[in-house]
């Protein structure tokens, strides 16, 4: 199981801290680092100032969103990045929920998501292997674009700077079960939100025949202390804010994922409490046995322990969330 650093996104600013870590990381033999967005920094300029400040970690998006630009605005940002590092580029991407598409981008959330992302992966791919113009008859994203506002006058275009590599990695961030099958036939990873190692069962179906290669790639809060409730605290104001906050009460996926995972009556409360106004409240709502198990908090004896339920299952790659240069050593000496 290799380990990956994830940075997440920036809050206010940037965070000073983020380049230092990811250059430890690399010194401590992890495998990759990752970068997101939400409605603030983008994923592929930090990357890219990582890029230039490291030599062998890899470059990872977990995620971008697929609402932020076409298909073939990510294809260049990817094939860009991907020569600039030396072949470190791992494109992870995602639809986010309709709150943050129409919200923020401004455009309309996909009737078909599953039909949006294939068709979105798919054209990803075209531009990627080159061997041809790019041509989509798609519902979302065709191209050349053949809608009743166009001029008519688009043609078929292949890009011009020739990729490194035409099979640079490409994940996803899937939560719903139709989604995460459609994953591992069209991508070459997964990136689950919230892993369980010991509720499993969840993803059986889909993951019951992975092809050889196909990536697991779940988060993971990691935290060295002596005190695991006091530990728990960012975990849960996390989760507080996903299942309250980052989506709308009758359509928030990151809640239906809660309680698909045993807690649909905490997933609820979440919400009702953050909807109010509530937010303290809210996070506290969550249970300590769900933020728990989601995550390696607590001493080192305690997280060596339980990092073994993640081995035992199909996790490739554990994608590690600490702002704490102590528990990345840790993490990487309890791997090694």
Known sequence: MR????????????????LELARSAEELGYDSVWTAEAWGSDAFTPLT????????????????????????????HALT???????????????????????????????????????????????????????????????????????GLGKPLRAITHPLRPDVPLLLGAEGPKNVAQTTRIADGWLPLYWSPTRTDVYEAPLARLREGFVVAPMVRAHVCDDV????????????????????AARNFHADLMARMGYADAARRIQELFAAGRRE????????????????????????????????????????????????????????
């Open 49 to 76: 100032w990582i890029a230039a400040h490291t030599s062998r970690i890899r470059l990872g998006t977990a995620v971008a969103q697929m609402a932020a630009r076409t298909p073939t605005a990510t294809a260049m």
């Open 81 to 151: 990045l991907d020569h600039l590092s030396g072949g470190r580029m791992m494109l992870g991407l995602g639809l986010s929920g309709p709150q943050v598409v129409e919200g923020w981008y401004g455009r309309p959330f996909p009737a078909s998501p599953l039909t949006a992302t294939r068709e979105y992966v798919d054209v990803i791919r075209q531009v990627l292997r080159r061997e041809a113009p790019v041509e989509l008859d798609g519902r979302f994203h065709a191209l050349p674009y053949a809608g009743p506002d166009g001029t």
């Open 281 to 336: 409240e809210a996070v506290l709502a969550v249970p300590d046995a769900f933020a728990d198990e989601i995550s390696l908090i607590g001493p080192r004896q305690r997280i060596a322990e339980r990092l073994e339920l993640w081995r035992k299952g199909p996790v490739t790659d554990l994608l590690v969330t600490s702002p704490d240069p102590r528990t990345l050593r840790v993490m990487a000496e309890l791997n090694s």
């Open 3 to 18: 380990l990956g650093l994830a940075l997440g996104y920036w809050g206010r600013g940037p965070n000073p801290a983020h």
């Open 229 to 248: 409730t006091e530990g728990l605290l960012p975990v849960k104001a996390m989760l507080g804010f996903y299942i309250g906050g980052m989506g709308h």
